[in-house]
């Protein structure tokens, strides 16, 4: 494992492998995970779970805890276009408009007859469209992404709010998707949520494709030094356009999976993923300063907000009280990973 | 000719804003003669202000580089909103001799938190300001569940005329003649080499984190005004509000040339480009499109104008 796959911090000499070699020799992977690995998010899961589970009667049931995990798939997945975009040092905010946009066409298309799997085609082919220009426009022109994705963000509500006549739509989704999003579906005769084995696999497979693959290794090479991926042959704007292109697929794919879990297209559904896809990846502790991080850990983080969102709602806190705590979680956790180096260390 | 041209362009970098708005004052006037009466610009000019200012107090966040950025200035324009009219109004504090300086004081010691999570604790400035976002939204729902209507009172007249002076001039002006007499200070010069390079600014002597500090300060003092224009012009609490100044604000500021990772631009350029986004939308309404299309309108103006000021910056940047 080099250094590049663990989130070393650069301001500790010590992190550094190979600079004190007896130690690092000796450390085995337990010491290691503690050092490195996602140790507190792993351990606010459980505790929040224990918390939910002794405090909210009812909560430790088979359906209760489906439940929660189905609505941790949808903002995992929702997620994984973020983490990878701010692994190369990007971030995106049409993530919402893109949930909202094919959540709407989707429902449209079909309430207009249109086979379904055209549908997802259609849907998922003009979102990955929306990712490419803003991963071209990002790194060609460099632009800062923030910006740019909010204004193709902007367009793409805009349209679709248009093309749908404000979001009235209204439209029949085939069973398999509604029984896919829903927390009774069943899983190939397995009682598990379709959905939450998907993410499952969905982890894994990301989570080998970013550290075992030569595009992993890219994307990470791209996220810590552009310019020395670059001098190194790595086609840079190919990750970045690659990157948003993902993102927007997957924002696009929730989108058609909440069409499932609600059974109907609605105008403003992904408003909420705005910042919460940005927070489950901040608070897994993936940095935004790029190539530090992983999705395992977005999927810590979006565990952690669902299960705090469920304790907060089984205690009655309003939602007043759920941004507040997750304005303080996002501080906490980032206060404790992520900062920035000092001005003086940069000189 | 080109090259001139953009050349001039680097030196002047609100003039694209500048011209736009013209262009488009021009173009309302025409589509809608009465947009140019004298008793339209006092209600125009109010509508717009809580837009112009709202730019305006995201502005010294980007301005003093580092990645800076202050995504809480909209829901704390709509926090002083929520603290004027639920809690000072109608109490001895209502007065705007007290109200004011409690609420300027309020806004931009918020500011400063802000700074200081940036600069001392050093929290990447999009997640120090996403968490004050979340916090201070959620503070905004907790005070006003439900929109409250506001007892009569003197910020009326900041949305209106005060005697034959638009308000808006004041609550636009006073951040401006801010700036204006920063600009004579130390203050602006520092800002804006910090922005520029911190590390630089650094090794000549400068208190970086000061600077930094001061300059989300003054974002949040801004936004402070923006809370009390916002008040004179929908004359109630609500803590939906303030989430059409998020975007615009951003907008504002990209529209207006400033550079976005620092070191350059400043208040005027802002306005400018908050008043080119109100005018266009004016534009937009009074032909009677649809809401969806200003939406698309207003995306693509956005994705122009910082293309267009990143031909305007790539020289510097790579330089």
Sequence with gaps: MSASTSPTPPSSPSAVPGALPDSAAHETALRRFVRFGPLLQLVSVVVLFLLTALTITGFFTKSSVYATLVLASFLGIAAIGQTIVILIGGIDLSVPALISGANLVCTFLSGHHWPFGLVIVFVLGCAAIVGFV??????????????VTLATGAVVT??????????????????????????????????????VVTWGLIAIALSIVLHMTAPGRRLYATGANERAAQLAGVRTRRIWVAAFAISAVAAASVGILLVGFTGTGEAGVGDPYLFTSLAAVLVGGTSLVGARGDYSRTVLGALILTLLTTLLVGHGAGEALQEILFGVLILLFVGVYGRDQRVRDRV | MTGRLIAGARRRPAGFAVLLVIVLIVVNTIVQPAFASWNQVAPTLGTMAPFAIAGMASTPAFLSGGGGIDLSVAPLIGFINILLVTKLFGTPFGSPFLAVPILLAVGAAIGAINGVMVARLRIPP???????????????????????????????????????????????GVPLALWYVLRRSAFVESLLAVGDHDATAFSAGMNVNAVRISAYALGGLIAAIG?????????????????????????????????????????FPSV???????????????LHTSAYFIQ???????FVAVLFGARLFRQESTA
């Design chain 2, 126 to 172: 999009v997640i120090a300001t996403l968490g004050t976002y979340f916090v201070l939204s959620g503070v905004d729902l907790d005070l006003v569940p439900n929109p409250v209507t506001a007892s009569p009172n003197w910020t009326d007249h900041l949305a209106g005329s005060i005697g034959p002076v638009p308000g808006a001039l004041v609550t636009i």
């Design chain 1, 134 to 147: 803003n991963g071209y426009t990002v790194h060609r022109f460099s632009v800062p992404p923030l910006i």
């Design chain 2, 272 to 286: 400018m480009g908050a008043a080119s986004i109100f005018l266009l939308e004016n534009l937009l309404t009074s």
């Design chain 1, 158 to 195: 805009g349209l679709t709010l248009g093309w749908t006549k404000g979001g009235q739509v209204s439209g029949q989704v085939p069973n398999w998707l509604t029984s896919f999003s829903s927390p009774i579906g069943r899983f190939f005769g397995i009682d598990i949520p379709p959905i």
């Design chain 2, 227 to 267: 809370g009390i224009a916002l008040t004179g012009l929908v004359q109630s609490a609500d803590s939906q509000t303030f989430g059409n100044y998020l975007l615009v604000a951003l907008a504002a500021v990209a529209l207006g040339g400033a550079n976005l990772t620092g070191g350059r631009g400043g208040l």
């Design chain 2, 296 to 302: 698309v309108a207003y995306g693509a103006v956005l």
